[in-house]
């Protein structure tokens, strides 16, 4: 397909399991954004690779959080130990570089039980 | 307080009317995406303004960004239930890449 794909679409675990969610940005896209949506928060950055420079991970609200990109290409969010108050839907961007638009998947949505 | 605010936070309107959002921010933008977004899906990019005065229009949607670069407008003419979502906008503040979104406005166009 030629947009940016998530998987699972769907997510439900138990209160202090680890997940992992992947997300394979569109090809030729350089960048590679990940965003959390919940009702509370509204849509809030989380981490940020570009090429093969340092990710940006200012966005990440706890060290249970962390993300790699292998290749230039496919990302995971991985969230270790996870809480209630991680529930959300976890969607994936990517563009061409800075001052693009970004352009997202369609997310997944995580329940923790 | 909010940096970047989205008004209003709802908006139902009658089929054929034309309607405005409006997303205002503290600081000066650099850049300002709007991106609309249907339920259980992802956001669809609508369009990208960074030049003071910029304005940009697709079909029947135009997006302005004021001269001062702290406030845009989104219009939409003729609305059709087509048009019906919640609209985003998202802020760059002078990093290039992140965005910072407004919490959005749920627009509901009746037939």
């Known amino acids: 397909g030629a947009g940016v794909s998530q998987s699972p679409s769907n997510k439900v675990t138990e209160k202090g399991k680890d997940v992992e969610l992947r997300c394979d940005p569109i090809s030729g896209h350089t960048a590679l954004y990940w965003y959390r949506q919940s009702l509370g928060q509204g849509l809030e950055f989380l981490i940020y690779?570009?090429?093969?420079?340092?990710?940006?991970k200012s966005g990440l609200p706890s060290d249970r959080f962390s993300a790699e990109r292998t290749g230039g290409s496919v990302s995971t969010l991985t969230i270790q130990r996870t809480q209630q108050e991680d529930s959300a839907v976890y969607l994936c961007a990517s563009n061409q570089g800075p001052n693009q638009p970004q352009h997202f998947g369609d997310g997944t949505r995580l329940s923790i039980l | 307080s909010q940096e970047l605010e989205q008004s209003p936070q709802s908006l139902i309107v009658q089929e054929g009317k034309n309607l405005t959002i409006n997303c205002t921010s503290s600081k000066t933008l650099y850049g300002l995406y709007w991106y609309k977004q249907k339920y259980g899906e992802g956001l669809i990019f609508l369009m990208m303004l960074q030049k003071g005065g910029e304005e940009k229009s697709h079909e029947k949607i135009t997006a302005k960004l004021d001269e001062k670069k702290q406030q845009s407008s989104l219009h939409i003419t003729a609305s059709q239930p087509s048009h019906a979502g919640i609209y985003l906008c998202?802020?760059?503040?002078?990093?290039?890449?992140?965005?910072?979104f407004g919490k959005g406005t749920l627009l509901t166009v009746n037939p």
């Open positions: 690779f570009q090429g093969n420079s340092a990710p940006d």
């Open positions: 998202g802020a760059d503040w002078g990093s290039n890449y992140k965005l910072t």
